[in-house]
């Protein structure tokens, strides 16, 4: 008997990767496709970074520069739709930009997203006068020095080839530090932490930031340090976010779907182990 | 003088961008600033057009040699059709070109990215094994993490999100500061050696 | 604001108040280069780095390859040249290059950046020369896959499938393909040793390969074997700058310490002079 369980999970040990794969897919796909709501309690980080708009006075200007492509979508687009509602809702003006090329069409489609919402609509919100998209501009750090002496030198033009010159909202928004808060969706580089060591500290900027779950662990010293004030870390991030402006979006649904994704990962690390130890002493 | 205008641009402008980040009261700092940033954008937007050479040269060279023709004549094409749709009807909300990033593009790109959870279970699976003090370490603090990140987590155990919260906020914290603090002095002496001409592999061949 | 000068005047130019600290780092950076390069120049001995373990891991996945009778594939990483981590990786390839040269093993070279192939090549090919084989050198073997991120990376996957090498270097700045690209090299059955200063990206080759640098040992590993005076002094200098950020952050420490405790209420005016305004 002993003999055929060390046989088994000398197997195990030997287990084809593809049946992991396998099980990863069932865990992820199962509760997407038949949702189950578990509750969460949002991250004080988070909380801070919803704080941080909801002290906003009505018409302060917030600049937002969204800095992901597809890749980083499941992440954080959920995140955008949610902030671009909030925003709007709140009634606070918002300047767009984005340092990565793939980013524009995911902006554009949260933005329109955010305009459909019944809440949003009946504000009656005016394209140029309450936001602008500026589109995206190529040049990583020197586009965050740029914008940070002189946006409108930077982004001469808007996404729709309007001259910033003639932008109402951009009357008010002259470089940076104008902004009563920026906000930064960053799915790598460069994101949050260029713009915290190029941007942030020299201009003195009310900032945060949401990110990608592997590069949260890097904007925690930036948070901790009191550079962001506020931090959305990965889907778990999104989906607080949707749930404190009260949102519950793809995040949200997405969270039950991480949860069996990690447990599944627990699970085959603990039996690993397990498998580990009893074969060791069989071997020696 | 093929390498040596390069690296007076690099020394002079390098030493003027360190400069100006800490003179304030020059009228002419910051017009000259705007200009030198300006013109920084204008040179990494000539970049793409590069890209686009290099891109057009090195496929067609391996076409030309047969080597992977295929999937080399199916890139240009896609490059070519992009560039086209690009120029002809725009890029905005309902043109051809919006149309295959967002149906193409960006689940192709999601694809890719969606394999890590795959290939980090088998990874994980594979390497987090208790051999020795540090590795159970490693394997203990991992799966507090990763079980205090999730809602089940919390119905587990309600303090779970705080371990999880300790764990990244000190000795995480902790260990990140000091690798960020060793590669951004790298970066700071691999610039100065840039800026003072020290370092020129950049230029090629040294 | 520091409080012993508001302001630092040179004959009508100011310095802003809550960046002299910053100002003065600098130069205490360019002082440590410059001194030590000076020394090293003159006695190209005198300063001394210990081996790291590392450079035992790349000779002996150089050495697997030689004995097997497989290639050596090596990625530089996916960022363009002017980042350090690049530079150090190119130093480490030209050392590769020279040894796989001696040892006729052949050596893959897949490129994101099209003037990281240009400077792989000269590496590799001046690694040839040196190891007194310069026919030997393939320079289709160094080749520029594509700029898209995840398509280099499918690229790369392809060829660790096809060609089978027995050893992975992965010594560069890398990111979201790390994992991809070191699981696909497990699959592959080759002995894996990984370095990078990218901190989101370690925690996939640490659990995904046979050995990684951590941060600073790529560059410590470029400094060593290439024995090039700049490197050796940059890294001097950096270690040198270490033991002052840690003398202040021990002194600072000591001193909030003493400020909770009530018995030194000057944390605060300590604490100024390294804030950023």
């Known amino acids: ?284 | 003088m093929k390498k040596e205008i390069p690296l007076l641009i690099a020394f002079l402008l390098g030493t003027w961008m360190i400069l100006e980040n800490f003179l304030t009261g020059i009228p002419w700092v910051g017009p000259m600033k705007e200009v030198i940033t300006n013109g920084g954008i204008v040179i990494m937007a000539f970049t793409y057009v590069l890209g686009i050479y290099s891109i057009v040269s090195v496929n067609v060279a391996r076409i030309r040699r047969g080597q992977d023709v295929v999937p080399k004549v199916a890139l240009l094409a896609a490059l070519a059709l992009m560039v086209a749709l690009g120029f002809w009807r725009g890029h905005e909300e309902g043109t051809p070109f919006n149309w295959l990033y967002l149906n193409l593009y960006v689940p192709l790109q999601a694809t890719m990215f969606s394999l890590l959870a795959f290939y980090i279970a088998s990874a994980a699976f594979r390497a987090f094994r208790a051999r020795s003090l540090e590795a159970t370490l490693l394997l203990v603090c991992a799966i507090l993490v990763m079980v205090g990140r999730i809602p089940v987590g919390e119905k587990i155990w309600a303090s779970f999100p705080q371990v999880s919260d300790w764990i990244m906020n000190i000795p995480n914290l902790a260990g990140k500061r000091a690798i960020m603090i060793g590669a951004a002095l790298g970066a700071i002496s691999t610039g100065l050696r840039v800026i003072l001409g020290l370092e020129r592999s950049y230029l090629g061949g040294e | 604001m520091p409080p012993f000068f508001a302001q630092v005047a040179l004959g009508g130019l100011t310095l802003s108040p809550g960046q002299i600290t910053v100002f003065l780092s600098v130069l205490l950076m360019v002082a440590l280069l410059a001194y030590f390069y000076q020394r090293i120049r003159k006695d190209p001995g005198a300063l001394f780095i210990r081996r790291i373990a590392g450079i035992d891991a790349i000779e002996e996945a150089v050495g697997r390859c030689t004995e097997m009778g497989r290639p050596i594939l090596y990625v530089p990483g996916i960022e363009d040249m002017q980042d350090i981590q690049t530079i150090a990786s190119m130093l480490i390839l030209g050392k590769v290059a020279e040894t796989a040269a001696r040892y006729k093993t052949e050596i893959f070279v897949p490129c994101r950046i099209p003037f990281v192939m240009s400077v792989a090549e000269e590496m590799v090919r001046q690694g040839f020369y040196n190891a007194g084989v310069p026919e030997d050198h393939k320079p289709g073997n160094m080749s520029f896959i594509s700029d898209e991120q995840f398509a280099y990376t499918a690229g790369v996957n392809g060829i660790m499938l096809r060609e089978r090498p027995a050893a992975n270097l992965l010594l560069g700045r890398f990111f979201a393909e790390s994992l991809i690209l070191s699981e696909t090299g497990f699959e592959a059955k080759a002995i894996q040793v990984a370095g990078t200063a990218e901190v989101t990206q370690l925690p996939f080759f640490i659990a995904a390969c046979d050995y990684t640098l951590i941060g600073e040992e790529l560059f410590a590993a470029s400094a060593y074997l290439s024995r090039d005076p700049k490197l050796l002094s940059n890294l001097k200098a950096t270690d040198w700058y270490k033991m002052v950020c840690i003398a202040v952050m021990l002194l600072g420490s000591l001193l909030v310490t003493l400020d909770s405790i009530g018995w030194w209420d000057g944390a605060g005016a300590f604490r100024d002079w390294f804030l950023i305004q």
């Not at chain 1, 999970?9 to 794969?21: E, G, H, K, M, V």
């Not at chain 1, 990583?140 to 109402?168: A, C, Y």
């Not at chain 1, 995040?251 to 779907?257: L, S, W, Y």
Request: with cysteine; aromatic share 8%.
């Open chain 1, 1 to 284: 008997m002993k003999a055929l369980l060390l046989r088994a999970l000398s197997r195990f040990l030997a287990l084809d990767r593809r049946w992991i794969f396998l099980l990863m897919a069932l865990c992820i796909v199962t509760p997407l496709i038949l949702p189950i709501g578990l509750p969460f309690t949002p991250d004080p980080a988070v909380r801070n970074l919803h704080r941080a708009i909801e002290d906003l006075p009505e018409g302060s200007v917030v600049l937002v520069s969204c800095d992901y492509d597809p890749g980083s979508k499941p992440e954080l687009q959920p995140f955008t739709e949610a902030l671009f509602r909030h925003l709007f809702r709140r009634k606070l003006k918002v300047v767009v930009s984005c340092l990565w090329a793939g980013a524009p069409p995911l902006v554009n489609q949260a933005i329109a997203q955010a305009l459909e919402a019944e809440e949003v609509k009946v504000l009656g919100l005016k394209d140029k006068v309450d936001y602008v998209n500026l589109g995206y501009k190529d040049g990583r750090q020197l586009v965050m020095l740029g914008m940070g002496e002189n946006i409108h030198s930077t982004f001469p033009k808007s996404n729709d080839g309007t001259p910033v010159s003639q932008i109402p909202l951009m009357q008010r928004m002259r470089k940076l530090g104008d902004s009563q808060l920026f906000v930064n969706v960053s799915g790598g580089s460069p994101g949050t932490k260029e713009w915290v060591e190029t941007a942030q500290g020299r201009f003195g900027l009310r900032m945060v930031a949401a990110c990608t779950a592997v590069m949260a662990p890097d904007n925690i010293p930036y948070y901790e340090a009191g550079q962001l004030l506020g931090l959305a870390g990965g889907m778990k991030g999104s989906a607080d976010y949707e749930q404190l402006v009260g949102l519950p979006g793809s995040a949200t649904r997405g969270m039950a779907a991480q949860s069996f994704g990690h447990l599944l990962i627990i699970a085959f690390i603990a039996l690993g182990n397990v498998a580990f130890f009893m074969t060791r002493g069989r071997k020696r």
